[in-house]
């Protein structure tokens, strides 16, 4: 029985009535007390960057499990509600899973609440989340979130990264997470350019990912054998959507034509 109304958070009514649903509760106990010595599937890169009236989010398609590949085809970019989403690196099960739980809290309070959470609190609601987490990322199963958003009061797009202990940190114009996220950004440095179109946007995002693939074994390039490509997602003032896998094959097969052209003049 609830002993009290539940409030707008979903979250915090779970640790009231039933903690052990949490993922930090489920997941606490680990061989030999070390939750890093489990052999699990991990997340990489993700990169966002701005365009005229909103934002862009992408992410390679690879998970690593130690030295190895575990998948070169799983998700890590999602649309959390209207006009909001989230690219995820690090510990791939536990960051699904708060993904999923993040959705039903931003959806619980807008049926308790009945109007949307702000941008900005939409982006310290996920901020506690990780703060939860806390324990099993100081075990080694870290969860690191890039969440990007439409603000409709300023009809911008935004873009907040966050540390293990639950900061939330807004970045301007472009960032990058994950292993592959110091090369990533280098590419983002020297392409992005203010007020570009969404098409532009992804392309440079595109661009990003390459970079890294290049030199971070843990990001996954593009498959054109597999017609494995990135993930991505745009967000305006039209709603958070994802872009068609036929528009992604054309720019990221531009981008392996321009790169391709690049090497032959040089040798």
């Known amino acids: 029985m609830i002993d009290s109304l539940p409030g707008s958070s979903f979250v915090e009514l779970l640790q009231r009535q039933a903690p052990h649903l949490l993922p930090a509760a489920r997941l606490s106990g680990a061989p030999g007390g070390d939750a890093s010595a489990l052999a699990v599937p991990h997340g990489t890169t993700i990169v966002s960057a701005t365009f005229d009236g909103g934002v862009a989010l992408a992410g390679d398609r690879r998970a ?25 690196a690090g510990t791939a099960g536990l960051a699904l899973e708060i993904v999923r ?7 619980h309070y807008e049926k308790i609440e009945g109007v949307r959470l702000s941008l900005e609190g939409r982006a310290s609601r996920l901020a506690t989340m990780l703060r939860g987490h806390l324990p099993l990322a100081m075990q ?9 958003g439409y603000d409709e009061r ?64 843990a990001t996954g390039g593009p498959d054109v054998a597999r017609r494995i490509w990135p993930s991505c997602v745009l967000v305006d003032a039209a709603g958070a959507r994802p872009v068609p896998g036929e528009e992604l094959e054309a720019i990221v097969g531009a981008v392996v034509r321009d790169r391709r052209a690049g090497w032959e003049e040089r040798r």
């Open 101 to 107: 739980l993040f959705r039903v809290e931003l959806e």
């Open 154 to 217: 300023t009809a911008t797009g935004r873009i907040y990264a966050y540390d293990i202990t639950g900061g939330c940190y807004e970045e301007h114009d472009f960032h990058s997470i994950g292993s592959g996220a110091m090369f990533a950004r280098g590419s983002l440095k020297k392409l992005w350019r203010p007020g570009a179109s969404p098409e532009a946007t992804v392309r440079v995002l595109a661009e990003a990912l390459f970079d890294a693939a290049d030199d971070d074994s």
């Open 140 to 148: 080694g199963l870290a969860v690191l979130p890039l969440f990007a």
């Open 64 to 88: 690593t499990m130690g030295n190895l590949i575990a998948s070169d085809g799983i998700e890590k970019v999602f649309i959390t509600d209207h006009a909001g989403a989230v690219g995820i």
